[in-house]
């Protein structure tokens, strides 16, 4: 199994909200004390962390369920439940979060260090102190903390890096790397030596910056080909592109050829036709080199596209093209970030508070304010029924059923519960 991961699906849940309680003070010489039930404390939140010491997503494979504390309930006295904890998940610098039900963006984790909330957790319920009125003063009912749902999220790893290295495969990419970085990736004669993107930090007369060497592409990466979408994918944040091609044509390939390739791959997998590029002419030490950097030159002339000639093997060039990406970079727009989309999760109670249908001779009531309100109440209690039937009311829900047809003495179903229509 490869230990780089860089698009995986997880679920998680948001605490739900403690319940609150009903109670009533309690004390020697008081006969009749009124309602102190507290409130239930509120669930904890799911928060993302962008971890710069993270480079993959590999921790998801294993485990993919995600899950924070709920809110304690309320106690008698006036006693609040306790909140429950967040639950921090760690993700590495770049990863963007969608909802997998409505595909929207989520978060976009671009900055170290950033925290976003991902899932809020449910509100604690109110305890029976808040319901007690001049008429109503020993309610003997309280509200359920706030349920929360489970969502599904896909996690996608799009690197961060100022400048990007492109390509077809065993052009050199790798080599250039460690030349002008401490980075020290995997190199060898073959194809796909590379198979997941390495950064490292270029410093060049006192300035810094970030290149990265994605793995190389081959003709139809737009479409899959060669595990395409998987390496385009971290070329979309970067500002530049340093196009690296084989001038000597060592594998029998035309320079002028890979690199109009390279670029129609670009332009087909979305924005990337547009990004800036500087052209590496790498194994300019090579017999028929020179021959092929004229060629190229030439196809080259009528662009804004720059041709450096240079020599991993050799370390040969890489002073004017670093100078060059250099001199470049600071013209260019800061590395893109994702806008982060309203309402990509949809709450329970953003969703319409609630409907009604008719089976058989059966009126059904869904909805998630609805269901919670069945276990806030007390049905051996008269006022707490009253109090319900208000609130029916007073949402609608009544209007609702009398438009649907139900009369005096029709069933009507919540929940599990079933209770007799009344006007």
């Not at 994605?214 to 979309?236: C, Q």
């Not at 409907?355 to 707490?384: A, C, K, Q």
């Amino acid at each position: 199994m490869s230990l780089f991961v860089d698009k995986v699906k997880i679920t998680a849940k948001a605490g739900n909200g403690g319940d609150g309680a009903v109670a009533f003070h309690r004390e020697k010489y008081v006969q009749n004390g009124g309602p102190d039930g507290g409130d239930g404390g509120h669930g904890g939140n799911i928060v993302l962390l962008a971890d710069p010491n993270m480079h993959t997503l590999m921790d998801f494979r294993f485990k993919r369920k995600y899950a924070a504390a709920a809110g304690e309930n309320g106690a008698g006295r006036l006693c609040k439940g306790k909140s429950g904890e967040d639950l921090v998940i760690k993700v590495p610098v770049g990863t963007v979060v969608r909802a997998t039900a409505t595909g929207k963006l989520c978060a976009d984790m671009h900055e170290a260090g950033q925290r976003h909330i991902l899932l809020h957790g449910g509100r604690g319920g109110w305890g029976n102190s808040h319901f007690a009125t001049s008429t109503r003063q020993a309610p003997n009912f309280a509200k359920p903390g706030q349920k929360c749902e489970i969502y599904e999220f896909e996690l996608e790893l799009k690197s961060i890096a100022d400048v990007g290295l492109v390509g077809y495969p065993n052009v050199g990419k790798s080599t250039i790397l460690s030349v002008v970085t401490s980075a020290r990736p995997k190199i060898a004669n073959y194809h796909f030596t590379t198979l997941t993107p390495n950064l490292g930090i270029v410093r060049h007369h006192g300035e810094d910056f970030v290149m990265a060497d994605i793995p190389g592409l081959v003709e139809g990466a737009h479409a899959g080909v060669g595990l395409g979408h998987a390496f385009l994918r971290h070329v979309e944040r970067t500002r530049l592109l340093v196009h690296v091609v084989d001038v000597a044509g060592s594998e029998g390939r035309d320079p002028v050829e890979d690199f109009e390739h390279i670029c129609d791959e670009l332009a087909c997998y979305g924005a990337l036709a547009d990004r800036p590029q500087i052209v590496a002419a790498n194994k300019i030490d090579l017999p028929g080199a020179e021959e092929n950097l004229e060629k190229l030159r030439a196809h080259l002339r009528h662009t804004d596209v720059e041709v450096y000639p240079v020599s991993a093997a050799t370390h040969q060039g890489f002073d004017a093209l670093l100078d060059a990406v250099a001199r470049v970079l600071p013209t260019l727009p800061p590395i893109g970030v994702y806008e982060e989309e309203p309402e990509a999760v949809e709450a329970a109670d953003e969703r319409a508070p609630f409907t009604v249908r008719r089976e058989n001779e059966l009126y059904v009531v869904e909805g998630p304010d609805i269901e919670r309100l069945i276990d806030s109440v007390n049905f051996d209690d008269e006022e707490s029924m009253n109090w319900f039937h208000r609130t029916l009311r007073r949402t609608g829900v009544i209007d609702a059923l009398r438009e649907k047809g139900a009369g005096e003495g029709d069933t009507v179903a919540i929940g599990d519960m079933e209770f007799d229509f009344v006007e």
